[in-house]
């Protein structure tokens, strides 16, 4: 019944407009494929990388302010 549970929340959360739009902005400006998790009032953002010099480009990015 978890999994099962697990999967239906996955699958909402591709369809939710917000989390959709959410994914939207930031794979351009990441320049990478972003996954954003929904659960309730928590969630979690998933950054895939390719390289080891991608995840470099990725910390720099994430880290100016």
Do not use: H, M, W
């Not at 239906?8 to 998790?37: F, H, R, Y």
């Amino acid at each position: 019944l978890a999994s099962s549970d697990s999967a239906v929340e996955q699958s909402l959360a591709v369809t939710d407009p917000e989390i959709l739009g959410l994914q939207d902005t930031l794979e351009p400006a990441l320049g990478v494929k972003v996954k954003v998790e929904k659960n309730g009032s928590e969630g979690r953002l998933i950054i895939s990388f390719s390289s080891p010099e991608e995840l470099q480009i990725l910390a720099s990015k994430l880290s100016k302010q």
